[in-house]
């Protein structure tokens, strides 16, 4: 790293600060590559289920300094540093003991008194009967690895810190586009971005950038430049650097260099830049020029001519774009060779002369003038400023191919020799005494070895072991001149020892002089693959058939079963062998047998396949099933239809569950009536005028809510359904008898007048009376209105106005049927006997007394009776399970017990002569301390009324048996009062109520 003192002072290039950037991002690989190529010694020792020590090997002593002597039979915690003891035990000893693999880090202890970190890792080992006999451990040395850890943290504070003092705008963006760091000259502009994201902290925006040019180096792990404008109008040169974090995550290091100066001098230089673009044009010799970055900056028209691009194709492109016309792929040119270290000459150019700083040699291009080649000579120079630095250089080529034609004839005949073997489609070769004397280049590339490596080899060496034999034999036999095939198929091992197979056709030669073998040789390992997968796909085509779930099978042109996999045995219910040799019409419905003959028919004739139709079985269990088939020609080997294959899924199930969701789509799921949507669908089909006249008969249930309010949606549901038989059973099948909402029914009668409709109407209540006798504890209460068309009137009249006649029988009804309701419950509650016998007696009388004794008007004393009566009216909704519980309550049995008091609040709501008590029912348990329920009410602002009745209330629950205790004492149940006065009750009300009991009790007493 460079003093801090150097980034003071902003003189730099872009390109120094980059090169420094790189360094440090050097410096930090190089430590994490340590850090994972570190030699590691492998340390073993054996303990035994205790975890003392049975034996070390030498690199455990060595590592720790003891004699084997010192540590044999000890403790292993012993050379454990303090606070390991612990993580040992639990998460190494325990685990290994019972079988499972650990590893865990420790720090040891060295004979000498330092430390080590250490990698522990175990294994169990056991005997053949699977008995535990001791534990084999290896240590490995991980201090070095440790110290690196530390050292890649220091150097991360190190980086952060030179990065926040760069004069450019810096900051690290993660995968999340979080910014982890940012710069001081970022965090001036932008504020501080750490933890955020960087498309809302630069730009503003709610979400990622469509493409984001800073994320694309995360993808390519290349590093990215582009250019931006700030808001501020400045232009900024942006680098994106692939980076990675001490702990390997991936980052983005983004640069910002301010770069509007520079591109005001850029447009200066554009002038004079044309001006020497003229002057290249007119030279002779193709020219190219390139400036200090190695970008195209002048082509001119001789160029143009040799390479078949125009100028403006290729001005500005770098990358050695150049050499792509010339050679066919970017390389360096000798343009580039110009005063320039690390690139080697020789590998691009044969010969090279320099003089001073000019660069010639001659060579040749093949895609010069489309691809016609040419010979050419070449001549390049450097551009240099006044430091001696290199800023440019240009290159002039001239076609010297005449000059070339005469040395070119002389290689002709040698190198067509060259073309045809190089580029035959098979290894050619040549064997002399079992060794390779020659081959072309496929030959040696085919075992996988060099040209050198190739020479001079056995060719048994490359052959089969297996194969060898019948080699020897018929190489020996064609040197003797016997006859032979020419063409054998062998298996070769190549270098990397896979095995392939080849044709390899051999004829006798003379080679040098002696007799030798020429032999061509074809890759065939593809076709015998082929062939062996072609085998083994028609072994695995049956037992793929047999084993999928749709149902199979193949039949000839009469209809015959040849052949069916299990699952069309299992569809049908038939075994494979009633099946084999029978019919098709043997399992098939007799109404579809015509149409399953045409599909057939059709497919014969035109040999094309019949995607997905519906085929009705009959099972062997006489039930009927669905299939959904396709069905395909068999063709023989002259392309004839001989038979048909099918695939079926059986969909009797799905089948039958369409019905039902077509029955559930126009019908009330709850009460089985028609829906609203078919009972407006039915109302716009008798709008024809056919049916006059049309009578429509609405009912709405009274009190359903309050049903639902207090004994539950169950209550609610038995009442609709109850309601829907009485309704259903009273008209004709031709009626359109519907649920339209929540408590409303609607009837609509075809071909009914007024006459018929009030007749359908007297049913209807007739039924609902005799299901109320049969039902008691349930009363049924329906509001009923009805309509008749009259001649042309739309029937949406009809309805309205057969509603508004419900509504006004609803007004009249509504409040009786309540009553009824409420009436109902109470004698429920009386059969539930949920309160003690004579609890409401005496409660009238405690409240009365107390009322009396506070000097309450008699109007309030008879309101405080009435709530005395009612005020657990709530408690007919709670279930028995919870109300005669003969133990404590869970938390959600007190939730839904505490639910009585609003349950009895709506149920006073309803009826106007406890209207006027319904709000102290709702608060008749609350505490004055504010610890009751359901409002949490506290002191004053509990009426008086609730106040007196929880205590005498609770005095009375005391002294009365209840089905989770016994009855408290005269004494106990007062001693309970004060001791809740202040908490539960009225703390000036308790002493009043005490009086009046001890006033009773001395009056019993007389």
């Given at each position: 790293m460079k003093g801090k003192s150097r980034l003071n002072d902003w003189d730099r290039s872009k390109e120094d600060l980059i090169n420094e950037l790189e360094e440090l991002r050097r410096q930090v690989v190089l430590l994490r590559n340590l850090q994972g190529s570190e030699k590691e010694q492998m340390c073993c020792q054996?303990?035994?289920?205790?975890?003392?020590?049975?034996?070390?090997?030498?690199?455990?002593?060595?590592?720790?300094?003891?004699?084997?002597?010192?540590?044999?039979?000890?403790?292993?915690?012993?050379y454990i540093a303090p606070g390991y003891d612990d993580l040992f035990s639990s998460q190494f000893l325990c685990p290994v003991v019972v079988g499972e693999n650990s590893d865990v880090e420790l720090e040891m202890l060295h004979r000498d008194g330092s430390r080590l970190n250490v990698l522990l890792s175990g294994t169990r080992v056991s005997d053949n009967d699977g008995n535990f006999i001791g534990i084999?451990?290896?240590?490995?040395?991980?201090?070095?690895?440790?110290?690196?850890?530390?050292?890649?943290?220091?150097?991360?504070?190190?980086?952060?810190?030179?990065?926040?003092?760069?004069?450019?705008?810096?900051?690290?963006?993660?995968?999340?586009y979080t910014i982890p760091f940012a710069n001081r000259l970022f965090r001036e502009q932008h504020g501080n971005p750490e933890g955020r994201y960087c498309y809302e902290v630069i730009h503003g925006l709610s979400a990622p950038c469509e493409e984001c040019p800073t994320f694309l180096p995360f993808k390519t792990q290349k590093p990215q430049v582009w250019e931006t404008v700030s808001r501020s109008g400045r232009i900024y040169q942006i680098y994106n650097y692939p980076f990675c974090d001490i702990d390997g995550s991936p980052l983005v290091l983004d640069l910002g260099i301010d770069i509007t100066d520079h591109k005001m001098a850029e447009e200066m230089v554009l002038a004079a830049y044309h001006r020497f673009q003229d002057i290249i044009d007119f030279l002779p010799d193709a020219t190219l020029v390139i400036d200090g970055e190695s970008r195209v900056i002048a082509w001119n028209r001789a160029m143009e001519d040799m390479t078949g691009i125009k100028k403006e194709e290729m001005l500005g492109r770098s990358d050695y774009a150049y050499a792509v016309p010339f050679y066919g792929e970017s390389r360096p040119m000798l343009i580039d060779l110009v005063d320039t270290e690390g690139i080697e000459p020789e590998s691009l150019y044969c010969l090279i002369e320099k003089k001073g700083n000019l660069l010639h040699t001659e060579t040749y291009s093949e895609k010069v003038y489309s691809g016609r080649g040419a010979h050419i000579s070449i001549i390049a120079s450097g551009f240099f400023d006044s430091s001696g630095n290199k800023t440019g250089a240009i290159e002039c080529i001239r076609d010297i191919s005449r000059q070339k034609e005469a040395e070119e004839a002389l290689r002709d005949a040698e190198e067509k020799y060259r073309t045809v073997v190089e580029n035959a489609n098979e290894a050619i070769f040549v064997v002399q005494d079992g060794i390779f004397k020659f081959g072309n280049t496929k030959a040696y590339n085919f075992a996988g070895y060099t040209k050198e490596e190739h020479l001079s080899r056995y060719l048994l060496d490359c052959i089969h072991p297996d194969d060898r034999q019948i080699m020897i034999e018929r190489y020996t036999r064609r040197l003797k001149g016997e006859e032979m095939p020419s063409t054998h198929s062998?298996?070769?091992?190549?270098?990397?020892?896979?095995?392939?197979?080849?044709?390899?056709?051999?004829?006798?030669?003379?080679?040098?002089?002696?007799?030798?073998?020429?032999?061509?040789?074809?890759?065939?390992?593809?076709?015998?693959?082929?062939?062996?997968?072609?085998?083994?796909?028609?072994?695995?085509?049956?037992t793929i058939l047999s084993s999928?779930?749709?149902?199979?099978?193949?039949?000839?042109?009469?209809?015959?079963?040849?052949f069916i996999n299990s699952s069309a045995s299992i569809i049908s219910g038939y075994s494979y062998q009633e099946l084999i040799g029978a019919n098709y019409r043997k399992f098939t419905s007799p109404e579809v047998i015509g149409r399953l003959f045409k599909v057939f028919n059709k497919i014969f004739k035109t040999g094309l396949s019949e995607k997905l139709f519906d085929w009705e079985i009959i099972k062997k269990d006489g039930s009927q099933g669905y299939l959904e088939a396709s069905v395909s020609p068999i063709k023989n080997s002259e392309g004839k239809v001989c038979g048909f294959r099918s695939v079926a899924r059986d969909v009797t199930e799905r089948k039958r569950a369409e019905e039902q969701l077509r029955f559930l789509s126009l019908h009330d799921p709850l009460t089985g009536l028609y829906n609203r949507a078919y009972f407006e669908q039915e109302m716009s089909r008798l709008s024809g005028g056919r049916h006059h006249p049309v009578g429509i008969i609405m009912c709405d249930v009274d009190g359903l809510k309050l049903v639902n309010d207090t004994l539950g949606h169950e209550a609610g549901d038995r009442l609709l359904k109850g309601a829907a038989k009485a309704i259903k059973i009273s008209f004709r099948s031709s009626d359109v008898v519907s649920r339209?909402?929540?408590?409303?029914?609607?009837i609509l009668l075809p071909n009914s007048g007024r006459a018929e409709i009030e007749s359908a109407v007297g049913r209807i209540r007739e039924a609902v009376s005799d299901l109320n006798s049969a039902n008691p504890d349930l009363p049924l209460s329906l509001s009923l209105g009805f309509s008749v068309s009259r001649k042309n009137m739309d029937l949406n009249f009809v309805f309205r106005e057969a509603d508004n006649n419900m509504y006004r029988e609803k007004l009249h009804s509504s409040q009786s049927a309540r009553s009824a309701i409420?009436?109902?419950?109470?004698?429920?509650?009386e059969a539930r006997d949920f309160i003690t016998e004579g609890h409401a007696e005496r409660m009238q009388g405690l409240v009365a007394g107390l009322a009396k004794e506070m000097g309450l008007p008699e109007y309030r004393v008879t309101n405080m009776r009435l709530l005395a009566q009612f005020h657990d009216i709530g408690k007919v909704g709670i279930p028995d399970l919870i109300l005669f519980k003969p133990g404590p309550l869970t938390e959600k049995e007190k939730n839904d017990m505490q639910r009585h008091c609003e349950i009895g609040h709506r149920i006073a709501q309803s009826l106007p002569d406890m209207a006027s008590i319904s709000d102290w029912i709702l608060k008749h348990h609350e505490w004055w301390n504010g610890g009751g329920y359901p409002l949490g009410l506290k002191g004053e602002e509990i009426p008086l009324e609730c106040r007196m009745l929880a205590i005498t209330d609770a005095f009375d629950a005391m002294t009365s048996d209840r089905p989770y205790r016994r009855a408290l004492s005269l004494e106990e149940a007062l001693r309970e009062l004060e001791r809740n006065a202040g908490t539960q009750f009225d703390p000036q009300l308790v002493p009043v109520f005490i009086r009046l009991l001890e006033k009773s009790c001395w009056d019993m007493n007389n």
């Open positions: 054996i303990l035994d289920g205790e975890g003392r020590i049975v034996d070390v090997n030498k690199a455990w002593i060595d590592l720790l300094g003891f004699n084997r002597s010192d540590v044999s039979g000890r403790e292993f915690r012993e084999y451990c290896i240590l490995y040395d991980i201090t070095g690895r440790k110290r690196v850890e530390e050292v890649l943290r220091a150097e991360r504070r190190r980086l952060y810190s030179v990065l926040d003092e760069l004069p450019a705008i810096i900051y690290l963006q993660a995968p999340d062998y298996r070769v091992i190549d270098r990397a020892g896979d095995i392939r197979w080849i044709n390899l056709c051999s004829i006798i030669i003379s080679w040098e002089g002696r007799p030798a073998i020429l032999s061509f040789a074809s890759d065939i390992t593809e076709r015998r693959r082929a062939e062996e997968g072609l085998r083994e796909s028609e072994e695995k085509y049956r999928i779930e749709d149902g199979y099978f193949e039949v000839n042109l009469s209809g015959t079963l040849t339209i909402g929540g408590d409303e029914f609607a409420v009436m109902t419950l109470m004698k429920a509650m």
